[in-house]
């Protein structure tokens, strides 16, 4: 049963209809729900999906879509007095806020701002960056698929013009105390930070809130800035920019693998500064720590470097790894149920750079692991939604969110492919990340932990075990509070690590008991 309702000149912010989504989603009886403005890809998503007419067919991007599919009238009705209320919510006290639908009305009402953040349709992008570059303001683009012809192009004009251009694909930025998209709530301090990775970005500053450092900037880049057709062009401004800030003490630089012409670009960008710095390229050639470049093996090790360096270590790394001993107990228990048939590791993920730290952690124990986010072509999946023995999905990648809200905010993409892993019962042990923070789901471990249990179930009914092995980045400041997230998780029957790292090399010694 369906009711689709077109609300016309009624706009709402995009990343809001993706927030609220989920809680319509999850009212009783309602099997599918999509709460979206009537742009031409969102027009294109509700037919592909049987929830379109001739009123979402004539809709524009200034009118609102309410799509609901139900089990009856009842349902439908509730979920349709759902969207109201989550709908007043935003709205409620700013009855008379304007909100600008263009971004010259925006400049306008607030002639002052220095920066814009743009999230729209991939394929708008470009024209409206354009826009605000011209007009003076720095630009986060939080929108994926954006050709990366049109990114090259924008960031040599924010280059020539001194701004700077973070993203496409910039889910995380912390900007003169100011968190923007997937941030989290860490202290300030004066370790300032340059990241080709949103979820890399969170994890780091979590770790070195954690460790009692805090942060003075955090520049998102998008992943695709430290590919050798862009160049590390946001990267460069954003090490010369910390280098003269006064706020900022040590430097960090992290990325997804990197181009190597990047790589040492971004180090002679270092050099360059004077100020101490902590280096983590992921999958990147290692090398020797220089001077007052130092470089780390993983993303919590990078925050710990950070911080000593600080001086304002209130931890340890140490403080924040489980003892040998305990290591061990968990292995044993963990594995010892496997059945014969689980021989594969299945890791979902919903940060990307998380994602590819684990498969470069869990490597060298497992040899080939296949992903659709690996670098060496020969290990990329065919079909992202296929798996194909050890298996590590990002399923924030583009394929995953093009129309749809990201992982982060949306836990039905992880909950549906963690269905189609446990269909032929060849999973050994399942890996999962959880990340909390500013517009991000606000219960993703609650939202999970009904497929967790399933899944461990129906490993049990077929006379095996399956061991979930999880991370959770965030801080008890965030709004999903890291301790509530954590035990959620470990009520479910998962083992909760300190760190994504942590919880990939805890994965790797459990695989290797599996015969």
């Known amino acids: 049963m369906k009711r689709i309702i077109v609300r016309k000149d009624s706009y709402y912010d995009s990343v809001f209809l993706m927030l609220i989504n989920q809680g319509v989603k999850d009212a009783d009886g309602v099997t599918e729900a999509v709460v979206a403005m009537g742009t031409d890809m969102n027009r294109d998503l509700l037919k592909d999906m049987s929830l379109s007419n001739a009123d979402v067919e004539s809709a524009t991007a200034n ?24 709908l007043k919510k935003k709205s409620s006290g700013n009855q008379q806020l304007f909100r600008p639908t263009s971004l010259s009305a925006a400049i306008e009402v607030v002639p002052g701002a220095n920066l814009a953040l743009l999230s ?4 708008y992008v470009a024209r409206e960056a354009r826009k605000a570059l011209e007009n003076g303001l720095h630009v986060m683009i939080f929108s994926d698929n954006v050709p990366l012809e049109d990114e090259i192009r924008l960031k040599k004009l924010a280059r020539d013009k001194g701004l700077l251009l973070m993203g496409p694909d910039c889910g995380t ?13 860490v202290k300030h301090g004066t370790i300032g930070i340059v990241a080709a990775s949103g979820s890399g970005l969170q ?5 070195i809130d954690k460790a009692g450092g805090g942060v003075s900037q955090a520049i998102g880049t998008g992943g695709r800035d430290v590919r050798r057709e862009v160049g590390g062009v946001t990267m460069l401004m954003g090490i010369e920019a910390l280098g003269a800030d006064p706020g900022t003490a040590v430097i960090s630089i992290i990325s997804k693998p990197p181009a190597e012409s990047v790589v040492d670009a971004a180090i002679e960008a270092l050099r360059q500064t004077g100020k101490p710095a902590v280096v983590h390229f992921i999958g990147a050639r290692r090398r020797e720590d220089e001077g007052c470049i130092r470089f780390a093996p993983s993303l919590e090790d990078a925050a710990h470097i950070a911080v000593e360096l600080t001086g304002d270590a209130a931890h340890s790394a140490a ?17 010892e149920a496997i059945g014969r048939r689980q021989r594969y590791l299945r890791g979902l993920f919903a940060g990307g750079t998380l994602a590819e730290e684990a498969l470069f952690v869990l490597q060298p124990t497992l040899g080939t692991i296949y992903s659709n986010v690996h670098p060496d072509q020969n290990c990329r999946l065919e079909d992202p939604t296929v798996s194909r ?13 093009e129309g749809r809200p990201h992982p982060m905010i949306d836990v039905s993409i992880r909950t549906g492919q963690l269905e189609k892993e446990l269909q032929n019962g060849e999973m050994a042990l399942l890996l999962l990340d959880f990340v909390l923070g500013y517009g991000a789901h606000g219960d993703p ?27 959770v980045t965030g801080t008890d400041r965030d ?37």
């Open 203 to 207: 994890e780091l500053t979590c770790c």
């Open 63 to 86: 009118d609102l879509i309410i799509a609901l599919d139900g089990a009856s009238e009842e349902a439908l009705d509730n979920a349709e007095k759902t969207v109201d209320t989550l």
């Open 319 to 335: 403080d924040f790894s489980l003892p040998e001993s305990d290591i061990d107990t968990i292995v044993q228990a963990e594995s």
């Open 120 to 123: 729209i349709p991939g394929r």
């Open 389 to 401: 023995e050890h298996t590590i999905i990002d399923l924030g990648d583009d394929t995953f969110t």
């Open 173 to 185: 930025a912390i900007i003169n105390g100011k968190p923007l998209a997937f941030a989290n709530v």
């Open 445 to 471: 471990a609650g939202a999970m932990a009904d497929a967790i249990r399933a899944a461990r179930s129906a490993a049990h009914d077929a006379g095996g075990y399956l061991p979930v092995i999880a991370s």
């Open 479 to 515: 709004p999903q509070n890291l301790t509530l997230q954590r035990q959620k998780l470990e009520d479910a029957g998962c083992v909760v690590m300190p760190s994504n790292a942590q919880a990939a090399r805890l994965a790797a010694r459990i695989m290797e008991k599996v015969g």
